[in-house]
């Protein structure tokens, strides 16, 4: 992958992750090599075959086995986007909470200076919540940029032009 642009494309389980397909084409269309990692939550939205078939590559949700090669991380991209993000995963990623292995990845992408767009999903209720506006701007701090959407609407193509702005 040296000398590629490698997009990895965290996935968490809300509405839009059922057509993060979408975002895979997008994101071939325009050059990236891409790279799937999807929280647990988010299985049940995927096809994970379909997306590895597309991509070439697996789609991860845990750590590899000891012993085993290790896959692509962010280490090896060079951007990630989160699409779409829960209010708990927001939370916990600018709580520096790594407990699963979608959170370890985009916390090492942040800490390793790459550049990280995170797309929250979340209803008026809970983006309205104290916690999670912290948790916005101390992302945006760290300098990730998050794309919170005032009138509800979710755009595979908005998150990936923040990552080449």
Do not use: H
């Amino acid at each position: 992958m040296t000398g590629e642009r490698v997009l990895c494309v965290v996935v968490c389980g809300a509405g839009p992750a059922a057509d993060a397909d979408t975002l895979v084409e997008l994101a071939l269309a325009d050059g990236w090599q891409v790279l799937v990692v999807a929280t647990r939550s988010a299985l049940p939205f995927l096809d994970t075959e379909a997306l590895a078939a597309r991509t070439g590559r697996p789609v991860r949700s845990a750590y590899g086995v000891p012993g085993q090669p290790r896959q692509a991380s962010a280490a090896t991209a060079t951007a990630v986007l989160v699409a779409p993000a829960t209010f708990n995963f927001v939370n916990k990623l600018a709580a520096g909470i790594a407990d699963d292995y979608a959170l370890g990845v985009v916390a090492e992408a942040i800490g390793l200076g790459k550049p990280v767009a995170v797309m929250p999903v979340v209803g008026a209720a809970l983006g309205s919540r104290a916690p999670f506006r912290r948790a916005v701007e101390s992302l945006r701090a760290e300098g990730v940029t998050v794309l919170v959407a005032t009138d509800g609407s979710f755009s595979w193509a908005e998150g990936l032009a923040a990552l080449t702005r």
